[in-house]
């Protein structure tokens, strides 16, 4: 065990690196940017002391700062989506062909600016939800209002789908299923039993006990997303948020449209 962990800090401490050097990259590229696509990627003041210590992003502070204090929420942050949103291959390649990327950067940097068109740090990091370091934490609490508006800045149809749902109907938030830092959800291999827990007397019922007989899991069927790269990239893709089944799933695994039984 004691390797393992030795194995995992090492892996977070790669990859915090690959992070730095990221920012610093995507800023050095920056200033070869034609004057009419001007995307820069940190601060005008990119050196300054802040009350709090020295940082190299002005007022953010970077995730390094946070991991002193919160080791375990940021190796689980080390990895995710969110914190390889600038480098995700997809992203690039779809940025190229973008006429306003600042439009792309509002979700996929941190600490973005509409009037300078510059980010502080790469990636969606800590202070891209709890806003920008406060000098007299943890006096001063920086904790995230458990808000469907705050996630819905970025994750827009997931909103609008969530909203029309009975989650959104009844107020189920976002964290009540999805575990915040790591992005995976709060039973991540056994998701059945944590549907479970609000839906249980629908989980016995003969069609759901069927599926679930055949190793479905809810989100299989409550949670489809198409196989469409085009519309994901450029933000209109369905999450299946709704929690409808749609009968293009159904068809995947009854062609014939006729379901199983129990009998």
Known sequence: MEKLRQYNRWIAVAL???IA???LSLTWASSAQPAHRPIQTTPSSPVAGTAAGF??????????RCRECHPKEYEEWTGTTHAQASFDPIFQTYLQSVESPGECFACHTTG???????????GVSCEACHGPYRPNHPQESMAVAESDRLCGQC???????????????????????????????RADVVT????????????QDET??????AGLHCVDCHLSRPDNTASAVNGHASTGHAFTVSPNICVKCHPTGTPPTSS
């Not at 973005?112 to 790469?122: C, M």
């Not at 059945?192 to 989980?203: D, K, M, S, V, Y």
């Not at 759901?208 to 007989?213: G, L």
């Open 21 to 23: 050097v990221g920012t």
């Open 192 to 203: 059945n039993a944590l549907c479970a827990n609000c839906h249980l007397e629908r989980t």
């Open 112 to 122: 973005y600016n509409t009037s300078t068109g510059q980010f502080a740090v790469a």
């Open 208 to 213: 759901h006990h069927v599926h679930i007989a």
């Open 155 to 185: 994750h827009t149809s997931t909103l609008a789908e969530w909203q029309s749902s009975r989650h959104g109907q009844v107020g189920v938030p976002c964290v009540a299923c999805h575990e915040v830092h790591s992005q995976k959800t």
């Open 16 to 18: 915090a690196a690959l």
């Open 55 to 64: 940082s190299l992003f002005g007022t953010y502070q970077s995730p390094d």
